[in-house]
């Protein structure tokens, strides 16, 4: 578990520029499920199109959105 929740921490670090300014705004548990579902090859299925939307471009997994 502490695996995925420093892999998750990337992921957030990720999501700034170089200043740190938030390319794009995702929850905890949203980051933990976008690293799950990449580590574990998967597809994340949501209905969350506000967090997802905007950073779904950068590829880290295949999101479905349902809704």
């Known amino acids: ?16 520029d170089e200043e740190g ?3 794009a705004r995702i929850s905890l ?5 976008l690293t799950l579902a990449h580590r574990e090859s998967g597809i994340l299925v949501t ?7 905007p950073i779904a471009h950068f590829n880290i997994c295949p999101i479905e959105f349902i809704r």
Do not use: H, P
């Open 1 to 16: 578990m502490e695996k995925v929740i420093l892999d998750a921490c990337a992921v957030i670090a990720f999501f700034r």
């Open 21 to 23: 300014a938030a390319v």
């Open 29 to 33: 548990a949203d980051c933990f499920a």
């Open 47 to 53: 209905s969350d199109r506000k967090e997802f939307e």
